[in-house]
């Protein structure tokens, strides 16, 4: 019945030897909301997370990025693993492509960190695997190109290009779950909150998170996943939050308005 | 990926395996026991050996996915489900007795038995599709009876979950199914719409009561594509005594529309529970197929069975319910039914697809029943409906959304609430107690309903008249707001 089988199809990756993590909780494209953020990791922790799972863009658009990366190093001494985002890079490094209302936020953030904090980011690692699972910013086949993962073409592309059976990504902001079956024959999902979906083992999944920090599907409400590893179940869940305060910091601070309407439509 | 086959006696994850007892093009069913569980469990193998069709898996994962989290007495119960990583197999409760497949030789039957079957399996599927399930297969092998009387589907392989990835989506790229029970969007590669469960259901029921398939039987694309644009002969053609009721509900159950359908397998089995309110439109007069003027449009225009943006299922249901008013025609006030009519008139405002049952008690005498009351009480139902009747006209409801009731019960109460639950009602309207000593005395009707209603319950009450004397209560807000 289901039970943690390591037995299957797909090779198991060692690259970090995790132990009996049960319930996983993942976080995509924070973007330094503190009040978002601080949702979600409270909801999490309500559900049980014995482990958080980061994919990267702790800074960028919002208006709390010391907050958001100190938050991050505590998580990971705290055993969280964590990959790096396009902001992330960004902030240390002035080639990354990006849009006008993107890049100011950058260069202000750039101004915000400390030596330390701006280290740390770009130190963090690109992808983790751990057994079967892989964790990446966005699509698995080049992930310093920061491709999105847009449709069901796209994500075959990552799926094929990573022996993991399941793979985690963000970067477009909005929830999705691809699957690919042993004939490579994909199917393309949106996922409904708090609806349990158990990945099951004769195919590949690649499950696409929404964003803590601006959320784009419509709903402001922030989005995280919980998944349970003994079940292989992946729920995407919703956390509502205090979008006004995130919004006001973000006009204060003298960041482009647009960043701030946005959160409140969630686009 | 070959495994070795399953033997009687072998043991999987706890589950002991006797014997096998079917094997079909994709699964093998086999009889199994589990310590603990009392009830006969059937466990469900998929073929997934090499050179096995890749529909067999698909299927096997659909049902692994959907099974489980079915509940209620009209799916069989899973008791747990192996990956195919492992040993896939589903292990469900075994459902005693045949499909209704084995009713075939005796077609047609009767229509009456008919049409409580088709009742049984219209309430299993608004039970299913409430559950976001779309069971997409609905034909007489996936149709069982429990002893107790309800219809149980079985076979969730082509089923849709509003909540959970599709993986036959893509999958096939013709679709996949029962040819004769394939409602006209499953070929447009629409597999969210719960009204093709619909669309199936009348095929059965047509098939079933005239022992011929209003499409034939012929698995040919060409052949099965043309229910697109061609409608079935009339079933009256082929049998003159054919009710024109059951001959409306069929022809609308095989709209080849969706939107010209039932709304919901709900409103279906209300229909088929109440014939003789069934508003006969001229489907049900229909002697001959339409025009080829009318064929030609559908099949070159294709205006009607253009694919649309995904739909959501629980919307859906939620757009057509069945609202119900209790209406006391006797001695309720005027003021009060007039009030109940225009909180009637706000529920139906924004769900045209809503239908509104309006419900009368002939409240009988424990004790006095005398001769004179057989012919007594039969006028006053007459009179009830007509009452009811003369209510609802202001609504100006359409013909398929009025039906008017006369229940004859000893308690008010207790007719509202089994009325409400046998025909799946999604909300109760109903009047509060008026302030009389009768009503006093006898207890409210409305708080019992209220209580326990197995849906939404809302009390009216007519506007209040300003009363003269100011109540105590206001007396105080009034010194509070003066601080």
């Known amino acids: ?64 990025p010391e907050w958001a990366v100190d938050t991050v190093m505590d998580l990971i001494d705290r055993g969280a693993i964590a990959v ?88 477009i902001h909005r929830p999705a779950l691809y699957s690919m079956s042993v004939t490579a024959k994909m199917t393309s999902f949106v996922p409904v909150a708090g609806v349990a979906v158990q990945l099951l083992q004769g195919r590949r999944w690649l499950a696409v998170l929404g964003s803590v920090g601006q959320p784009r599907d419509g709903n402001p409400a922030a989005s995280f996943a919980m998944f349970d590893t003994a079940k292989r179940e992946v729920t995407w869940c919703r956390a509502p939050y205090d979008v006004a305060a995130a919004a006001k910091k973000i006009r204060d601070n003298g960041l482009p308005l647009w960043l701030a309407d946005r959160l409140s439509a969630g686009r | 990926m070959a495994k070795p086959a399953i033997e009687p006696g072998a043991v999987i994850d706890g589950f002991a395996v006797a014997e096998r007892l079917h094997v079909g093009g994709m699964a093998a069913l086999w009889s199994a026991s589990y310590p603990g569980i009392d009830v006969p469990l059937l466990m469900k193998v998929p073929l997934t050996s090499e050179g096995e069709d890749p529909a067999a898996i698909v299927s096997f994962e659909m049902e692994q996915m959907i099974l489980p989290r079915l509940s209620g007495p009209h799916v069989p119960l899973c008791f747990g489900t192996g990956d195919l990583a492992r040993q896939a197999y589903v292990a469900m409760e075994r459902i005693p007795g045949k499909t209704l497949f084995a009713r075939l030789d005796a077609l047609p039957l009767p229509y009456e038995e008919v049409r409580v079957l088709g009742g049984k399996i219209a309430a299993a599927l608004a039970d299913l599709h409430r559950q976001n399930v779309i069971h997409h297969d609905i034909k007489p092998s996936s149709i ?23 993986l036959l989506q893509e999958e096939f790229r013709v ?86 359908r039932y709304p919901t397998a709900t409103q279906l089995a209300f229909d088929l529970g109440h014939p003789d309110q069934v508003k006969l439109t001229a489907r049900s007069e229909r002697l001959k197929r339409d025009p080829l003027t009318t064929v030609w449009r559908r099949r070159f225009n294709q205006g009607l069975t253009q694919p649309k943006p995904k739909a959501d299922v629980a919307a859906h249901l939620a757009s057509s319910p069945i609202v119900a008013v209790a209406l006391d025609t006797t001695q309720g006030s005027e003021a009060l039914n007039a009030a109940i009519r225009l909180t009637a008139e706000q529920v139906l405002a924004t769900l045209p697809s809503a239908r509104l049952a309006c419900l009368n008690v002939l409240k009988l005498g ?25 209510w609802a006209q202001p609504l100006r409801l359409g013909e398929n959304r009025l039906t008017v009731h006369v229940l004859e019960a000893f308690d008010p109460a207790s007719a509202i609430l089994e009325f409400a639950a046998v025909n799946h009602v999604d909300h109760i309207v109903i009047g509060a107690r ?37 109540p105590e209560e206001a007396g105080e807000k009034r010194d509070a707001a003066s601080d």
């Open chain 1, 1 to 64: 019945m289901n039970k943690p089988g390591r037995a299957g199809g797909t090779s198991r990756l060692d690259n970090i030897v995790a132990e009996e993590i049960l319930r996983l909780a993942i976080f995509a494209d924070i973007h330094a909301n503190r009040q978002a953020f601080a949702a979600c990791l409270d909801a999490a922790r309500a559900q049980g997370a014995e482990r958080m799972v980061l994919l990267g863009d702790y800074v960028g658009y919002g208006a709390d």
């Open chain 1, 84 to 171: 790096r985002g396009n902001h992330d890079t960004a902030v240390g490094s002035s080639a990354e492509s990006m849009n006008a209302e993107a890049q100011a936020a950058i260069e202000w953030t750039r101004g915000r960190l400390s030596a330390p904090q701006r280290r740390f980011l770009a130190e963090l690692p690109l992808e983790l695997t751990e057994e079967d699972r892989l964790y990446v910013h966005s699509d698995a086949s080049s992930p310093a190109r920061w491709r999105y993962v847009q449709d069901a073409a796209d994500a075959g592309r990552s799926i094929i290009a990573t022996p993991a059976q399941i793979s985690f990504c963000g970067h």
């Open chain 2, 144 to 166: 069982m009876f429990r002893e107790s009387g309800e219809a149980v589907l079985i076979d969730f392989g082509l089923s849709h979950h509003d909540h959970l990835p599709d």
């Open chain 2, 175 to 260: 679709p996949y199914g029962t040819a004769p029970y394939m409602a006209p969007e499953r070929l447009l590669g629409v597999r969210d719409d719960p009204r093709s469960d619909l669309f199936s259901l009348g095929v059965l029921l047509y098939f079933f009561t005239t022992g011929a398939r209003p499409f034939g039987e012929s698995e040919a694309l060409r052949v099965i594509r043309q229910r697109l644009w061609r409608d079935p002969h009339p079933p009256r053609r082929l049998r003159d005594d054919y009710p024109p009721w059951l001959q409306e509900i069929v022809l609308r159950c095989l709209e080849i529309e969706p939107a010209w």
């Open chain 2, 366 to 390: 424990r004790v006095t029943i005398d001769r004179t009351l057989d012919q007594e009480g039969s006028n006053k139902h007459v009179d009830r409906l007509v009452a009811l009747q003369h």
């Open chain 2, 434 to 470: 008026q302030t009389s000593l009768l009503g006093a005395l006898l207890g409210s009707v409305s708080a019992k309903v209220a209580a326990e209603a197995p849906c939404t319950v809302t009390v009216v009450r007519p506007p209040r008249l300003a009363a003269r004397n100011v």
